[in-house]
């Protein structure tokens, strides 16, 4: 079965520092792969997602990803974090079997933290 | 464009009661699927309407239930409820590519408190 693993379920940086936001997922062939972030009290905003192509993929608000099929792994990055930053971040994947676009699996999410 | 509309924001229901959850949809998106979010059991799928028809569906009973219109609004509904059910209820709507390479924007969220 589909699954995300997202390893660290609490992350805290000082800003300015870079981040990596790890992420695992176990599918059977070429996955479609989404970051989102979630602000306290706040729906899901998609950050970036990769479906085929260059395995780096720029997103939103400075974040980047990086998609390694040998590792299972879609680990999320900033260069330098700002305050803003601070929220919870979910790894999703798309469903695999056909007809089910509606559909992801996410992983636990991880929720960062800003030390000024 | 207007982004992905849900009401009502929050609400508080009683065990056995039921509730009714909105959501109206990106303009000319066809696809709304509805998500449950709690602390212990993160972001589970619930079920996907496309063209007025369940398209798939999550894990969860019976006492969970959708339906879509045919401006593509839906609502999803719970029976019965349970101090588990207690959870933000998340929209999302999609242009409904069937495969997984569809994007979904999400709407803020209905947040249920069952007492």
């Known amino acids: 079965a589909q699954s995300v693993t997202q390893p660290d379920i609490h992350i805290t940086v000082s800003e300015g520092a870079s981040l990596e936001l790890r992420c695992n997922y176990s599918?059977?062939?070429?996955?479609?792969l989404f970051w989102y972030v979630q602000s306290p009290g706040q729906g899901l905003q998609l950050l970036l997602k990769y479906f085929s192509g260059d395995t780096l993929v720029q997103g939103i608000k400075g974040f980047e990803a990086e998609f390694k099929r040998s590792q299972s792994s879609f680990n999320l990055r900033k260069p330098s974090v700002h305050w803003s930053d601070a929220a919870e971040y979910f790894c999703a994947v798309g469903a695999e079997s056909y007809n089910q676009g509606g559909k992801l699996i996410f992983g636990q999410g991880t929720e960062l933290s800003v030390k000024p | 464009k207007a982004g992905v509309t849900q009401t009502p924001r929050y609400l508080i229901k009683t065990r056995g009661q039921q509730v009714t959850l909105s959501c109206s949809p990106i303009?000319?998106?066809?696809?709304v699927s509805w998500y449950q979010q709690t602390p212990g059991q993160g972001l589970q799928f619930l079920f996907e309407?496309?063209?007025?028809?369940?398209?798939n569906k999550g894990n969860f009973p019976g006492r969970f239930s959708g339906r879509q219109f045919s401006n593509s609004r839906s609502e999803m509904n719970v029976s019965t409820l349970e101090l588990g059910d207690s959870a933000l209820y998340l929209c999302?709507?999609?242009?409904?590519?069937?495969?997984?390479?569809?994007?979904?924007?999400f709407g803020a969220g209905s947040r249920l408190t069952v007492l």
């Open positions: 999302a709507s999609s242009l409904a590519r069937a495969s997984g390479a569809n994007v979904l924007t």
């Open positions: 309407y496309f063209s007025e028809t369940q398209r």
């Open positions: 599918y059977g062939a070429t996955p479609y």
């Open positions: 303009s000319g998106h066809r696809s």
